[in-house]
Structures are given as C-alpha cells and as structure tokens.
C-alpha cells in the first residue's frame, strides 16, 4: 500500500483567468481506494480529465511508476476512465459493450471471450447478458460501465461520479460492491464525488479539494475526526464552530474565551500567543447531554449559581432546545444556549436514549478536551 503508483508534482490547469487546478502535489499508492471530495465546481473532475490525457496541463508533471505520461495520449495510459455517464454503445448488446474495449486492444477472440464471462458472474450481470442498455435498469448500466473498464485489468482506474445518478438504496448497494470489487481485483481506484458519506464509507484515503487546491489529505478518520481547516470541517459533516480567544496555551492544554462568557479547553498543536484568535471545531455527537431542569436538584453540576459546586467537565454549557430532527438510527438536537450560542447535538435513538428532552426542555451541554479540534486558517 505504499508504494507510489501515481505522482502529481505541480499540476495546473487554467481556463482563461479561472484557476481550475493546483498547482498541487498528490501521491497515490498502489491498491488504494482514493477518493477526490469536494462542492460542484472545485476541480475533481478537471483533475480527473488531466490524469486521463483528456486535458494538456498547464504545468507540471504526471508519473505513473516513476515514469513521465504527461504528454501520453489517452489510449496510451496505463488506465481507464469511468465516465460519469456510464457512455455505453446503445446499438450493442452488455456483453459486446464489455468486449469493445478488448477487440480494440486487438486480444484474441479466446481471451477476449474469458474475460467477457468473467466479468459478467463478478458483477452479476449474466442474466442480462444479451440485452442493450435500454433494456436494463440504471444500476445494472452502472455495473456493465465498471465491468466495461475493468475487463482490460488496467492498475488505475478512475470514476468520475460513479453513482450519481443512483438512487439513495441503490448506490448504498453499490458502494459495497464498489468496496468488493476493488478489495477483490486490487485495482488502484481513484474517485471523483461530491457525496461526502459516499467519501468517507469508501475510501482508504481521500483529499478534500477547493477552488483547484487539495485542502486535506488522510484517512476518512484523520480528516472527519481532526480536519486541519475550517472549510473541511464545515464541508465533511454537521459541525459546530466556536470563534475564540486564547487566554493561555502550554504544552498540554489551550484555555480559551468564546462570546457569551464561555470559557473553553482544549489540545493545541502548537504554540498560541495569548490574545490571539482562532476557531475550534466541535462534532454534535461529541456533546453529552444532562437531564432537563426538572431534575436539576438531582444534577447540581447543571447550576452553575454561586452556590453550586463548578461543572467537573472541562467544557460545558446549558441550554434550551429549539428544535428535534428525527434521522432514523439518530437525532439532531438545536439548542439555544446560556451562551447564546447555538447548538448541535446528535443523540442515537435506541433503548438507551428513550428519554429524550423534548422542545423547550432546559439541558445541560458538556464535552471533553480531546473533542475540540483547532482549526488552521
């Protein structure tokens, strides 16, 4: 896995006074499964277009295995794209769709026929074989485009929004045959989407891309759980972002002051002057939830009064609930705090969480430490 198979070393590419990519650096490792994650417009696809010969660069270099491609033709890489259209042949039938790209490489009619059946029982396309594309559904369009690619056993192949045009269960199924297929063949897959859970389940690594610029690159954990910038924090999920203070900053804790007198903790990964601002970033299923205000005589960490004892959490707040969005396995709590700040808060419904706050409910918000990330600018 680490081995690099594909290097990009100062790519760019400019339409007119646009700015559509880099210049960046990116190095992909062999059987990886890399996902490209970012908004309409911020230059995955471009990218894609430029590492398949189908866009010159402006600048820059691509390696494949140390050796130069830049100026390769398409037809001449050692890949295969995967449009997001699926661009099958209408006039023939799946299995003649399969087999185009392998008459074209001029193999034997033997090896081209093994591969063909080969491909159909990996993606369960048998039934279908002899249909055209009409004829089948949009999920089975979408297996004979990958079976398509994949029959010339290319050692990259790229996807350029796969499951677009899959509907909600469909491209949950596909995904996992997604994971299979590439776990199985151990082909290099890199794919371009704007879907962050589609990222974030698929990927062994991924790179969050903005205005043509790589703004993150790690595991989905590293980047969902520690994103190094305000953008990747808002773009990968629900999050609530804190504007601060630094009051005090040693080596093993920030103390910092947010409005409405909240006072914060947490882990810097670097020196902060006092004085200075920042922003911290906070997950809602990060945020522990005390008992409404009915059973403040039960929780006196929840008063926070002259004459109650200090909340013993390093982070803490207390709030009404404004609104309760039911998610199925999860809800999602808005909640107006004491701060005036508002507040996110996922809570899982099963047996445990029966006794949820209802609307209007006074709770008490408290999260440790390790779960505020400080974000880079």
């Not at 290097?7 to 990519?21: C, K, N």
């Not at 596909?174 to 879907?195: I, K, N, P, S, Y």
């Not at 809800?331 to 209802?358: E, F, K, Y």
Request: aromatic share 4%; proline share 6%; net charge negative.
């Amino acid at each position: 896995m680490n081995e690099v198979l594909l290097e990009l070393r100062g790519l760019s590419r400019s339409f007119g006074d646009r700015v559509a990519v880099g210049p960046l650096d990116l190095a992909i490792h062999r059987g990886e499964l890399f996902c490209l994650v970012g908004a309409s417009g911020c230059g995955k696809s471009t990218l894609l277009r430029l590492l398949a010969g189908l866009e010159p660069p402006d600048a820059g270099r691509i390696l494949f295995e140390g050796r130069d491609i830049t100026d390769a033709p398409p037809h001449l890489r050692p890949l295969n794209l995967m449009f997001q259209s699926y661009a099958l042949f209408p006039h023939l039938s799946v299995r003649n769709n399969i087999a185009f790209g392998l008459r074209q490489a001029r193999l034997a009619p033997a090896e081209i026929a093994q591969r063909v059946e080969a491909m159909l029982a990996l993606l369960h396309l048998e039934d279908c074989a002899d249909r055209h594309p009409r004829q089948i559904s949009g999920g089975q369009r979408q297996r004979v485009a990958l079976a398509r690619a994949l029959a010339r056993r290319p050692p990259l192949l790229l996807l350029d929004e796969p499951l677009g045009a899959l509907d909600r269960k469909l491209r949950e199924a596909t995904r996992e045959e997604l994971r299979r297929l590439q776990a199985e063949l151990g082909t290099t897959f890199v794919l371009v989407t704007h879907d962050q859970e589609e990222a974030l389940s698929l990927a062994t690594r991924m790179a969050v891309m903005s205005a043509g610029h790589l703004l993150q690159i790690g595991t989905p954990h590293e980047i969902y759980t520690r994103p190094a910038r305000r953008e990747v924090a808002e773009f990968l999920g629900r999050v609530n972002l804190i504007e601060a203070v630094v009051d005090r900053c040693t080596e093993e804790q920030l103390e910092c002051s947010a409005a409405g007198g909240l006072a914060l903790r947490a882990h810097s990964p670097a020196a902060l002057v006092p004085g200075e601002s920042l922003h911290l970033a906070l997950r809602p299923e990060s945020i522990r939830l005390s008992p409404s205000d009915s059973s403040l005589n039960s929780n006196p960490h929840l008063d926070h009064g002259p004459d109650r004892d200090p909340d013993p959490r390093p982070n803490h707040d207390r709030g009404v609930v404004t609104g309760i969005s039911y998610l199925g396995n999860h809800s999602l709590l808005a909640i107006t705090g004491r701060s005036h700040r508002r507040w996110l808060v996922q809570v899982g419904n099963d047996r445990a969480t029966q006794n949820l706050p209802a609307v209007g409910d006074d709770v008490g918000l408290s999260w440790d430490t390790e779960a505020m990330v400080v974000l880079g600018a």
